[in-house]
Nanobody, 120 residues
């Protein structure tokens, strides 16, 4: 079993910043891809950003230049620095990872989600 635990959500004013964290634990040999997704009320879950094991990154157009994804392989952790936040960034943010277990099985895991509210 692999578990992801997120933290760092909350209420912030437009133009403000937040940093989300996500830590993975369990029978992990290696994490390949880590990512952040979000789901706003009444909408489908959408990609925010992903980062490969080599540090390569991909961002959704609507967060480019404002959000930065990073990871700490030694801690099996990832982070999302969110700057210049807008009301439309309000959503539940989920972390995700694609991993190889210690017994050699591939898998994917999701965090429980953390709410980010951007409002004045």
């Amino acid at each position: 079993q692999v578990q992801l635990v997120e933290s760092g959500g909350g209420l912030v004013q437009p133009g403000g910043s937040l940093r989300l964290s996500c830590a993975a634990s369990g029978e992990i040999l290696r994490i390949n891809v880590m990512g952040w997704y979000r789901q706003a009320p009444g909408k489908q879950r959408e990609l925010v950003a992903v980062i490969g094991s080599d540090g390569s990154t991909t961002y959704a157009d609507y967060v480019k230049g404002r959000f930065t994804i990073s990871r700490d392989n030694a801690k099996n952790a990832e982070y999302l620095q969110m700057n210049s936040l807008k009301p439309e960034d309000t959503a539940v943010y989920y972390c995700n990872c694609v991993y190889l277990s210690r017994v050699g099985k591939p898998g994917a895991a999701w965090g429980q989600g953390t709410l980010v509210t951007v409002s004045s």
